[in-house]
């Protein structure tokens, strides 16, 4: 059967049906935008369309994306106003063609007939609403290499499904802000990467993208998913994500105390907190967010502070809600173990201080 759509035709996948990627951008690097879209164009055996949503980017960046919807004519580009991310995300839902939608950041990458495999899953599961696959965390040489083999990459047959029954469900949501789901080679990421989710679905429960906040926005996006769709997981790489060190999470932010603490709280509310399950994810969370903190504003080197702003923030975030926390016996109690020594460091006063030492993100260090 051919399908004609847009003056152009091709044969349809193995569902008939297809698939929306909304990738938003706004500038960045253009060799990262081409490499994204490039993953997607190289995809078998599935029928798709690429939507640039253009937040705002400056005439330059923005011409790179219109030629390349003029070398491909699957690429559409969508100019907007600078809104946000979330903003654009939910614009281009609202205009994508697609039966199935997928995200995909400008400087991540898609793996190799994730498409397909995808679309297998929802055509054998008609009950599902969505399946969320796995992501694979690569630095700048891991993915060059790995886009250097693309084609040698071979689909697989989907031997694993979990779903997401209520009892599962209950640890999805830990898994969603605390310690994530993994498996061999890979894990489910926490935002927008390797979900695959029916157009109709999203649109009939009202799942946009929460646009007042500028941080954690994917997480709550997930939170409220989990509530009202049919989901299942794919334990299988669809999804490679960057570690950019320019990306939004390491860059300047003089707000950053602002971006983190107003979605924090919404979070907050929409969890149990009664619950050891959903506290103990809360601690990785919070622990994560503190860090975000640190790298955004705090401790970075960008950051010049009027005489006393710098001791007046480190009161807040050792005295104040929802840092106190840290502080509590009850964090101390569920935390994991990393978590429960970061949480010692900082009753002492002591963990910012680490943090800071050479400038080096801890993890990278092997400490804690």
């Not at 039966?99 to 899953?121: H, K, M, N, R, W």
């Not at 619950?275 to 955004?296: G, H, I, K, N």
């Not at 009753?347 to 943090?355: T, V």
Request: charged share 30%.
């Amino acid at each position: 059967m051919i399908w004609k759509r847009i003056g152009f035709s091709m044969q349809r996948g193995i569902s008939d049906k297809l698939i929306s990627v909304i990738l938003p951008f706004r500038n960045g690097d253009p060799v990262f935008l081409r490499r994204a879209v490039d993953s997607v164009l190289r995809q078998k055996e599935a029928d798709f369309e690429v939507l640039l949503a253009d937040d705002g980017s400056e005439a330059e960046f923005g011409e790179i994306a219109d030629k390349l919807a003029q070398e491909e004519e699957r690429i559409r580009v969508i100019h907007m106003e600078p809104t946000g991310v979330s903003a654009a995300r939910n614009r281009a839902m609202q205009e994508a063609e697609g039966d199935v939608i997928t995200f995909l950041d400008s400087d991540d990458a898609v793996a190799p007939y994730c498409f397909a495999e995808a679309l297998q899953v929802l055509t054998e599961h008609p009950e599902l609403d969505g399946i969320w696959g796995g992501t694979c965390f690569l630095n700048p040489d891991d993915m060059e290499k790995l886009l250097q083999d693309f084609n040698g990459i071979l689909k697989r047959d989907i031997s694993e499904l979990i779903l997401l029954d209520p009892e599962r469900l209950h640890q999805t949501r830990a898994e969603c802000i605390g310690e994530p789901y993994r498996f061999q080679g890979g894990y489910i990421n926490r935002g927008i990467a390797a979900r695959f989710l029916r157009k109709k679905a999203l649109l009939e429960n009202n799942l946009l993208f929460p646009e007042e906040f500028r941080m954690y926005e994917d997480t709550i996006w997930n939170l409220e998913m989990m509530e009202r769709l049919a989901l299942g997981y794919v334990p299988k790489v669809w999804y490679y994500y960057l570690d950019n060190v320019k990306s939004v999470s390491n860059t300047f932010h003089r707000d950053g105390l602002e971006r983190i603490e107003q979605p924090l709280v919404h979070i907050q509310n929409m969890l149990d907190l009664t619950d050891p399950v959903e506290y103990e994810a809360y601690t990785r969370f919070l622990m994560d967010s503190l860090r975000y903190v640190y790298r955004s504003l705090y401790g970075h080197p960008e950051w010049r502070p009027d005489p006393g702003e710098k001791q007046k923030l480190k009161r807040h975030l050792y005295t104040e809600a929802p840092w106190n926390e840290i502080g509590s016996r009850r964090f101390r109690a569920r935390a994991a173990g990393r978590d429960r020594r970061k949480a010692m460091l900082y009753s002492m006063r002591l963990l910012l201080a680490c943090w800071g030492a050479g400038r080096q993100p801890v993890k990278e260090r092997g400490s804690l």
